[in-house]
């Protein structure tokens, strides 16, 4: 059974900084692509950043290019979402997710994803 536990998530001023991490347990974390997803109140859920399994290729929403970051490290089972140059419409949930499949290739739908984490809360205020 996969477990996805995010951490990182709080309150930040516009324009700081903040870095979210996903630890997975439950299989070989080594084996799969990963994505963050985000979705604020009212709104569809957001793909934000997606890795392959070693990191060789990395695709991001459009919004969030240019000032997020996705990154893996295989060793401490850990997928990690470093996020620069925050604004408000950076507001809501953040998702770490996995599909069922391994060695796959990216995805940015969130049906191509079976395995989620609980969500971490970023909120961007002054």
């Known amino acids: 059974q996969v477990q996805l536990v995010e951490s990182g998530g709080g309150l930040v001023q516009p324009g700081g900084s903040l870095k979210l991490s996903c630890k997975m347990s439950?299989?070989?974390?080594?084996?799969?692509?990963m994505g963050w997803f985000r979705q604020a109140p009212g709104k569809e859920r957001e793909f934000v950043a997606a890795?392959?399994?070693?990191?060789?290729?990395?695709k991001y929403g459009d919004s969030v290019k240019g000032r997020f970051t996705i990154s893996r490290d295989n060793h401490k089972k850990t997928l990690y979402l470093q996020m620069n140059s925050l604004n408000p419409t950076d507001t809501a949930v953040y998702y770490c997710?996995?599909?069922?499949?391994?060695?796959?290739?990216?995805?940015?739908?969130?049906?191509?994803?079976?395995?989620w984490g609980q969500g971490t809360q970023v909120t961007v205020s002054s």
């Open positions: 890795i392959t399994y070693i990191s060789a290729l990395t």
């Open positions: 997710a996995a599909p069922v499949q391994t060695y796959g290739s990216i995805h940015t739908s969130p049906q191509s994803y079976y395995y």
């Open positions: 439950g299989r070989d974390f080594s084996q799969y692509m």
